[in-house]
Structures are given as C-alpha cells and as structure tokens.
C-alpha cells in the first residue's frame, strides 16, 4: 500500500499495474523490490551489483511517476466534486532543535504534518483524538480531548461520544487523527481500533458547521467524503515516510450541506 493503491476493490485510483506501467523499466525493478516486495534497498542494492544511493533514487523516481499517475487518474474524473489537489510530502530532514523530522506515534510534532493541518484550520477547532502535541491557530479556540487519561487535554472522552458533549454546528474544523495502528490502539487506547472510524465519523460530522472541515488521518484515502453523503474534498495530503514504510494519508473534507439525519437532531 505504500505509495500505490491496491486493486481489492472499488476505488477512485488507477490500478495498480496503471501505476507500474508509468514507471521506467529500470526504477520498476527496484521499486517492486523495495515497496512492493520485503527487500531493504541495500539488500536490493547487492541483488544488482550497484549502490544503494542508486536504487535509492530509483525508488523516489517510481514513488513520483505513481504519484503523477494518481493525480492525472483523480483530475479526469468527470465529475468536477471527485476532483482535488493530491500533495506527496516527503518527511525527511531536521527539526528545528537539530532532532531527526519523522512522522511516528505524536503525529503532530512532524512538522511537515503540522505545517499543513495548521495551514486549513478555520473558526473554533475540534482536535478529536489531540495526544500530546498541542496545535496553533491564531483565528480562533482549540479543544483538546483524548481518551488517554495520561495526557493533560480538555476533555477525556471517547471519540464516538463527543457528540454528547458539544452541541451540533459548534465547530469549523474538527482534527481526527486516530491511532490508525492497530497494535498501538490496542496497548494505549483499550483496543480502540479502525473497525470504530465509522462510529466516530458518524459523531463528529454533527459537529462541524457548514462550510466547516473535518481532517482525518489513517492508512489510506478513505475520509468522511468517500462515506457521507453532503461533503466534498478539499485536498488529500500523502506524507511518505521512507521507502519501506508505508505512507500516512491525511483527508481534507467540507461539508457544505446538513445531511437528513443532522437536521432533524
């Protein structure tokens, strides 16, 4: 799944032999290896008789020409709703106190991660699922709540409650970044896993105003609007994180009507 799409079943992306067909024949060698297969790119790297700088650049030229094909795939869409900006960021580099940039369990203290969710907050904000990391944004509040009673937020409740605790409308954008890594739910969050994304949506989209946002973070592309009806994407950020390790995608979905069931509440 790393930075190409599966084909097990309906999807707005191209397939994956689409994808591989787009890639020079020399980088699809070492891109199958490294992201599709279980092979490190120095394990590759000997396989071939070359450097690993080599296969390396191979790989980020296929993860780009993938990339491209997406883009183009989601761009001819006929319907001008499905059409959204697809942005691949690299996470890589430094902090600004010298400490290695990755993007790992606190995804908010990437910066690269942070940069771009701070970039579409609007109004008064909901950071569903905060951990530890505290969010900016100079336009408006931002309540924190996490199950986790170990980290000091606002609230500590589960996530498919919240609807409990804030009247409907009371939000322009709401944060959703669940611990999409099942292993990690399990051990922190008392076995809360992906099986609960359709629960938890169901109790945040109430929340968000019209013309509002809701920014959800997982393993793949799928967001409120790919599950609801009365919402649009906006933008589909994905941040790669090596390449064998699989990319984080975050959603950016409007709502710019009531569904039924909201105005009848």
């Known amino acids: 799944m790393a930075a190409i799409p599966d084909d097990s079943g309906p999807s707005p992306f191209p397939t994956q032999e689409q994808c591989l067909q787009a890639i020079s024949e020399t980088a699809r060698e070492d ?27 191979n790989v980020e030229r296929g993860k780009g020409a993938v990339q491209q094909t997406i883009s183009e795939h989601l761009a001819g869409e006929s319907d001008p709703s499905s059409q959204y900006p697809v942005h691949v960021v690299p996470v890589g580099g430094r902090e600004r106190d010298g400490s290695p940039t990755y993007l790992g369990r606190w995804t908010f203290d990437c910066r690269p991660v942070r940069k771009r969710v701070q970039s579409h907050l609007q109004g008064r904000v909901l950071n569903a ?7 900016t944004h100079p336009d408006g509040e931002i309540v924190t709540n996490d199950i986790n009673p170990n980290i000091e937020t606002d609230y500590t409740e589960d996530v498919v409650t919240l609807d409990q605790f804030f009247a409907p ?28 994304y359709a629960a938890a949506r169901e109790a945040l989209a109430p929340l968000v105003k019209p013309g509002g946002i809701l920014i959800e973070f997982g393993w793949n ?39 039924l069931s909201e105005s009848l509440r």
């Not at 199958?32 to 296969?55: F, H, I, M």
């Not at 699922?129 to 969010?135: D, E, P």
């Open 31 to 57: 891109y199958e290896a490294v992201v599709l297969g279980d092979k490190t790119p120095s394990e590759q790297a000997a396989n071939r008789g070359v450097y690993t700088s080599t296969v390396v650049t």
């Open 129 to 135: 699922t905060a951990g530890k990391t505290r969010l």
């Open 169 to 196: 409308k009371s939000f322009g954008s709401v944060i959703f970044d669940p611990p999409f890594d099942s292993d990690e739910a399990a051990k922190v969050y008392e076995g809360w896993h992906a099986s609960d």
């Open 221 to 259: 592309s799928h967001g409120i609007a790919t599950a609801a009806d009365g919402w649009s994407r906006d933008a589909l950020y994905l941040f790669q994180r090596g390449p064998n390790r699989p990319d984080v995608f975050m959603a950016v979905d409007r709502k710019f009507q009531l569904t």
